[in-house]
């Protein structure tokens, strides 16, 4: 009975000598900052690069949360993020219209492309349009996933389907995943559907898992991806930690970032994922 | 099959080289389920041998709720711990979300019935006649609480490895009130969940077997324990 007793006494004093050191170090001492992202910057690494960069530059320790954006935007609306960086312009201008956000600064863009089994069921790789693309992936029934999560490839996708006169919901053929874009992805492939995807996700997905999803449909203006970065209105929401959201918007379009944006993934997938536009106007990106 | 052979090879490589991230991540997952254990066991035993030991009307009810709440989705308790702990909610004065803190206090909550559900079921099972046995023989009642306590400590030391085993490997609570944060609150699971989206699947399943290596390690040792007892 002694032995158990010192063993189990062994093993309490072992948790307890963890619970003193459970906060490993930083972000008490640090201002904290919550940047609410989208799955599509975090499973591409190109996050894992920037936020190291700011938080040597800032003093800030960055809380990246990645969800969709709109799952971001909801954030933001509650106070519950300090900035966001986002893809879904339209939502975007009607979270900045009705005051939620503050100084959106256009950062980045890649563009969106419709995937596909190489068999191509659909017959969409010759039609000309994302619309006529989506018509055709209609009228044949084949199966189509979607991410099904308010994201902003989501928001896009429910807009081309818009534009191409197709209600999806409820058919047979289309599918949601409710899930992150690398996840989406996977189920495609593993299920040889059509997939809208950015392409910076697909590369860096493909790179590592060789998914056997062709590129079918790209390079379209209405296909572009772009990405902005919001403050949250501190006058809302008075806990928001606006001096570093202004400082992590600063950044994100500082020339070293964007140098960043610029070369990223450029070795590792033979070209780069994000294309930087900083002081751009939106305009002029043909939209 | 041969990725499953690239992520053990990837996990071998990880544990031997002593990957610093890797390393950091299996530690916060052992600290913060842990810590999460060692607080559902406090209250679960306590409260289950208070409720075992005593009758009162509503004891029945009470009891299929602890039950119950041993299959707590931990979905849902993410839920609402992330609900009530944002920095505007009631209990945003903490500053607990997105911390490790919040990652405990949640899988507290997961463990706590489990704990507590059969500390009730062991000390039910203990002859109805001893506590009048050591009550006779002069115990205070502390003295009999802590003697039945350790009368049940095998059917106990099975509650606390289903208590960390159910939170070690939960990961719907931990994403949403820890945020998977790089170098602070990832743990095995959440971090499995983002590299299996970025496509790094023989990282994910060098993380899972790291998960599943840890599990056995905690559980040989309590099972040790507990076994070391059975012959008599």
């Known amino acids: 009975m002694n032995r158990i007793t010192r063993t189990l006494s062994l093993f309490v004093a072992l948790l307890l000598s963890a619970a003193v050191s459970v906060p490993p170090g930083h972000a008490a001492a640090q201002k904290t900052l919550i940047l609410a992202t989208t799955t599509s910057t975090q499973d591409s690494g190109l996050l894992d690069v920037l936020i190291p960069v700011f938080e040597r530059q800032s003093g800030y320790f960055v809380k990246t949360i990645s969800v969709g954006s709109g799952q971001a935007m909801k954030m933001g609306e509650r106070g519950e993020a300090d900035v966001l960086l986002v893809h879904s312009p339209d939502s975007e201008k009607d979270f900045v219209a009705k005051g939620f956000g503050v100084n959106r600064r256009l950062v980045m863009h890649n563009d969106f492309i419709i995937l596909g089994p190489a068999n191509d069921p659909a017959r969409i790789r010759t039609v000309k349009s994302a619309a006529e693309a989506l018509k055709a992936v209609a009228r044949s029934g084949s199966l189509f996933m979607s991410r099904g999560d308010n994201s902003g490839t989501h928001a896009k996708e429910k807009g081309l389907w818009k534009g191409a006169g197709v209600a999806p919901e409820g058919q047979k053929w289309y599918q949601q995943t409710g899930l992150g874009m690398g996840e989406t992805l996977n189920v495609a492939a593993e299920k040889k559907g059509y997939v809208l995807a950015d392409r910076g996700t697909y590369l860096a997905l493909d790179k590592k898992a060789r998914l056997g999803l062709e590129i079918l449909v790209a390079g379209e203006p209405k296909l572009l991806n772009i990405y902005h970065v919001i403050e949250v209105n501190p006058a809302k929401w008075p806990k928001v930690n606006s001096a570093g959201a202004r400082a992590f918007g600063d950044f994100m379009v500082s020339r070293k970032a964007q140098d960043v944006v610029r070369t990223f993934g450029k070795k590792e997938f033979g070209s780069p994922l994000f294309f930087p536009d900083a002081g751009k106007k939106p305009e002029s990106l043909g939209l | ?232």
């Not at chain 2, 071998?12 to 997952?29: N, Q």
């Not at chain 2, 899988?107 to 050591?134: C, H």
């Open chain 2, 1 to 232: 099959m041969e990725l499953i052979l690239a992520g053990v090879i990837k996990a071998f490589h990880l544990l031997v080289s002593l990957d610093d991230e890797v390393l950091g991540i299996a530690m916060l997952s052992l600290k913060v389920s842990g810590l999460a254990t060692l607080v559902s066991l406090l209250i679960g035993i306590s409260a289950g041998t208070l409720i075992a030991l005593t009758s009162f009307p509503g004891k029945k009810v009470l009891v299929s709720l602890v039950n119950t709440g041993m299959g707590l989705p931990p979905v849902v308790v993410g839920l609402f711990v992330s609900i009530l702990l944002w920095r505007n909610g009631p209990l945003g004065f903490m500053e607990l979300l997105y911390t490790p803190g919040a990652i405990i206090v949640a899988q507290s909550i997961i463990a706590t019935p489990i704990v507590m559900g059969i500390t009730i079921g062991a000390m039910q099972n203990l002859p109805a006649n001893l506590r009048l046995q050591i009550l006779a023989l002069g115990a205070t009642r502390g003295q009999m609480v802590w003697m039945l306590i350790k009368e049940a400590r095998l059917p106990l030391m099975a509650g606390v490895m289903a208590g960390f085993g159910g939170v070690i490997s939960e990961v719907g609570a931990s994403i949403m009130v820890g945020g998977n944060v790089r170098g602070y609150t990832r743990v095995l699971t959440t971090a499995t969940v983002m590299e299996t989206g970025r496509g790094n699947f023989d990282i994910a399943i060098a993380l899972s077997l790291i998960l599943l290596l840890f599990c056995f390690a905690i559980n040989y040792i309590l099972t040790y324990i507990q076994q070391r007892e059975r012959p008599r």
